[in-house]
């Protein structure tokens, strides 16, 4: 490819990045507060009025426990409703036309998309991760892994809504996976207990569940404890990536959902 | 090398509804062609192809000499589409929409200013470029959506019924802009259904219909076909009673209107000499409808 089709790929690849940033702080009132909010509310309910009574939870308090999770937590719904919420919106209104014309390569879109579905995790955990200090001391244990686990699982996250918005149809089909695959999966990723705390089969069937990866492999970046290895965590989030991200360019290359 | 070069193009949706049957059409650059049918016939699918908005069937499609199976980019590069429909963000403002357009085919930050801003003021919408684009009027929207498509400064433009329920005023600025961006070297390829747009604007047409390309040439030659046209003559004073005219069909409208079949093989001044034999005197003339819809309805209807 030559040079300057590299630098105009480069810019149009901004230009998404740009408009999606700019989107997300321009509604803060829909992207950000909420999650602050909700999260504010997990903290008080489960970690100070129940967590009290829980007790220790693999050498920390409960509300220390959970604080990895709950980030997490609101990492992965954020960076998944940026993407399916912009994607289909621009679907809808059918402006994903203006760059559906343009010679901007489908994998420069995607990656726009996702760079927008991941700042926008990251706001929400970072402001999520403020929130949790008023109520527990939390250290970085180990930076590298807490950073690159929470980047990638946002990123694992933003193709997914990615290809949500992509076989969306209607509004309705945009809150479909949120609320019936990803939310349960999410409680029951290990956000809220130790799977060790679990009969062996429920222990097995757990381990089925990616987000439980991904939020141990965090708490292991914080507290330095985990359920599960950090490498099989890496593998499956990497695996994951590559998965979607693939999945995703075959879907906007053929044109499903988007050409007739 | 073409503009544009489609070569048995073809197109049939999962309904199995045959939209395109094996079209070809070859523009050459600096064209204007208007791209003429009734509704459904194929149009708006071919332009999709072009744009890559539609996956075609069969067939070859190269733009400027770049194929769009092999090298899609570079013809993409060389198109500026002004769709048939809305399809711009609405809570954006005007501006953005135009520099974000120039970003997205590469253009730089400040170029892309630069040029929102030449386009936005040629069309007249500089005034609300901080406007968001909702608040616009119909025929603003449509003019944002020529600058939108005009901000990379492509080789070729599309637009696909571009001034569809807009005033005549808007329409007639939107012709004079069209023909001088022509006049600068711009392919123009037009889909519309005024055909008065077509005739004014379009040094060619082509005129499709049911997936296939039922005729094409020079305007002029196109209506050299018309075997005969209809004039309505509106009169002076009331008429009570119109003798025949010899070898005209005439119809009298009402008092002071008579509609009159011309042949090509006749001659409307004897039509005016016979008229003032009998004492008819002509206020005005004017073609029944325009003689280029005379002919599309003609062709379409089977009529040759």
Redesign the interface.
């Known amino acids: 490819m030559r040079p300057s089709r590299l630098r105009e790929n480069y810019i149009g690849f901004q230009t998404i990045v740009i408009k999606e940033v700019g989107r997300v702080l321009r509604i803060w009132i829909q992207t950000l507060v909420p999650p602050a909010i909700t999260m504010t509310l997990y903290f008080i309910i489960f970690g100070s009025l129940i967590g009290s009574r829980v007790g220790q939870l693999g050498g920390f308090s409960y509300m220390a426990y959970i604080a990895p999770g709950l980030i997490m937590m609101s990492v992965i719904t954020s960076s998944y409703t940026n993407v399916v919420s912009s994607f289909f919106g621009a679907k809808f209104g059918r402006h994903i036309e203006e760059l559906l014309v343009s010679p901007l390569p489908n994998y420069m879109i995607v990656l726009g998309y996702v760079v927008g579905g991941v700042v926008r995790g990251l706001l929400v955990g970072i402001l999520v991760t403020i929130i949790a200090l008023f109520f527990t001391r939390l250290h970085m244990v180990h930076p590298f892994v807490t950073l690159s686990v929470v980047i990638l699982t946002a990123v694992v996250f933003s193709l997914g809504g990615l290809i949500n918005a992509v076989f969306a149809k209607k509004f309705d089909d945009v809150t479909i996976v949120p609320t019936f695959v990803l939310t349960p999966l999410t409680y029951l990723g290990g956000v809220f207990y130790s799977i060790n705390m679990l009969p062996v089969v429920w222990q097995h069937i757990a381990r089925a569940n990616p987000i439980l990866y991904m939020v141990n492999a965090f708490r292991y970046g914080i507290l330095g404890v985990s359920d599960i290895g950090i490498g099989t965590a890496y593998a499956i989030i990497l695996f994951f990536i590559i998965g979607l991200f693939s999945f995703s360019l075959y879907l906007l290359h053929n044109g499903v959902g988007l050409r007739s | 090398m073409q503009a544009l070069s489609l070569h048995a193009l073809t197109k049939t ?1 999962k309904n199995g509804v045959q939209a395109l049957k094996g079209i070809s059409l070859e523009v050459q650059p600096g064209e204007f062609i208007a791209l003429l049918g009734p509704n459904g016939a194929g149009k708006t699918t071919a332009i ?1 192809i072009v ?5 075609k069937t069969g067939g070859q499609v190269t733009v400027f000499g770049y194929d769009i199976d092999t090298d ?3 013809a ?2 060389c ?1 500026g ?1 002004v ?1 048939q ?6 809570f ?1 403002k005007v501006g953005d929409i135009v520099v ?2 120039g ?7 400040r170029l892309a200013r630069e040029r929102a801003e030449k386009y936005l003021r040629q069309l007249s919408l500089w005034d609300k470029r901080h406007d968001m684009s909702r608040t616009l009027s119909g025929g603003m929207k449509r003019r944002l959506m020529i600058a ?1 498509a005009l901000v990379h400064e492509p080789k070729l433009l599309i637009l696909d019924e571009p001034t569809a329920g807009v005033d005549i005023e808007v329409r007639r600025s939107m012709w004079d802009f069209l023909k001088k961006i022509n006049r600068e070297g711009i392919t123009i390829i037009l889909t519309t259904h005024y055909l008065e747009e077509a005739e004014n604007l379009c040094q060619r047409v082509a005129i499709i219909d049911h997936g296939e390309i039922i005729v094409q040439g020079r305007t002029r030659d196109l209506l050299e076909k018309l075997h005969s046209e209809i004039f309505v003559l509106n009169l002076r004073e009331p008429l009570r009673e119109l003798r025949p005219l010899d070898g005209y069909a005439v119809t009298q409208v009402d008092d002071t209107t008579l509609e009159v079949e011309v042949n090509k093989s006749q001659n409307i001044n004897t039509l005016f000499d016979m008229l003032t034999k009998n004492n008819v005197q002509v206020l005005s003339m004017r073609n029944k409808v325009n003689r280029l819809e005379e002919l599309f309805v003609r062709l379409v209807e089977g009529k040759g």
């Open positions: 949706y999709g744009t890559s908005l539609v996956n899609i980019e570079a993409k590069s198109i589409l769709p429909e809305i399809n711009f963000n609405q954006e974000n357009q970003g997205f085919y590469g253009l730089p930050r939108r």
